[in-house]
């Protein structure tokens, strides 16, 4: 058995130790007792059979055995965190990310160049729904959710609040006037809807009829078509806007009463290349919010 190797905790204490030639500097670092780490030295002087450091009363020294074996489990040690990042390199740098498809599509796309070119080491994997889901998606570490208020079931943080409001095609023919006899579309099960900004503005609704899809691409597209109006809000449609690929016929935008939430799993916070990209997530919404 004394060709065993020793537990690898008594090795990181016996480093410790030497390191400050203290029992105390190595117990304040480990975030142990100094009894326990004099009792690993001693487990560890035991299973090697000599001693590795001379008690001296008021610091430690190491002994000629500890001289020798210092360097060897520093380099055992150095090897271990190379190999392991070795391992673990791809998977630290993978990222999946979970959104709705209008979101992923009109603003997350276009700008995953700009995000390329400051992290190429970091490989995204990107999932859509067309619905709010009642959870992450398994596997999924950043989730950028369009919602009202998401369950706080993991950490969760105000991206952006928006406005909303009618977009067509340009010189598509329309006034407030006539506005309830075009075709209208929206995206359903949302309090963003015609009616409400027909009432944030006190104007008479009539509840005409409108074509209601799961997802914002398809009313979008239908406008852009010039095939009626849609509603939109500034995150989904300002590129459009910015291209003269639709435009906005009234001035009147209402607070919208959802908004954009970054979700994060609890492994994101720890993993660089969730880490990376929530940063430049949260830089790319500060510089559109102040365009």
């Not at 359903?188 to 009829?209: C, F, G, I, K, V």
Request: glycine fraction near 4%.
């Amino acid at each position: 058995m004394q060709n065993a190797l020793p537990p690898l905790g008594w090795l990181r204490t016996f480093e410790a130790a030497a390191r400050h030639l203290s029992f105390t500097g190595a117990a304040r670092d480990l975030n142990m007792t100094q009894s326990a780490v004099s009792q690993q030295i001693k487990s560890l002087e035991g299973h090697l059979g000599r001693p590795l450091f001379h008690r001296r009363p008021r610091a430690l020294e190491l002994t000629e055995a500890g001289i020798t074996y210092l360097p060897v489990v520093r380099e055992a040690f150095r090897t271990l965190v190379r190999g392991t990042r070795a391992v673990l390199g791809d998977q630290q740098n993978t990222v999946q990310v979970q959104s709705n498809l209008t979101f992923a599509v009109n603003w997350l796309g276009p700008r995953l160049p700009a995000f390329r070119a400051l992290h190429p080491e970091v490989q995204l994997t990107i999932s859509t729904e067309l619905w709010e889901p009642r959870e992450m998606a398994e596997g999924a570490a950043v989730e950028v959710r369009y919602s009202l208020r998401p369950a706080d079931t993991v950490r969760t943080e105000l991206l952006r609040t928006d406005h909303y409001y009618p977009v067509c095609a340009p010189d598509f023919p329309v006034t407030l006037e006539t506005l309830q006899d075009q075709p209208l579309y929206d995206c359903s099960n949302l309090l963003s809807n015609w009616a409400n900004w027909a009432e944030d503005q006190d104007m008479t609704w009539d509840t005409p009829p409108i074509t209601y899809a799961t997802t914002y691409m398809v009313s979008l597209s239908v406008a852009m078509a010039g095939g009626g109006l849609c509603l939109a809000h500034d995150t989904i449609v300002r590129r459009l806007l910015e291209e003269g690929r639709l435009i906005t016929p009234f001035e009147h935008r209402a607070k919208m009463p959802e908004a954009y939430y970054l979700l994060l799993s609890p492994q994101a916070e720890e993993t660089p290349g969730a880490i990376a990209f929530t940063n430049w997530l949260r830089a790319e919404m500060a510089a559109d919010r102040a365009a």
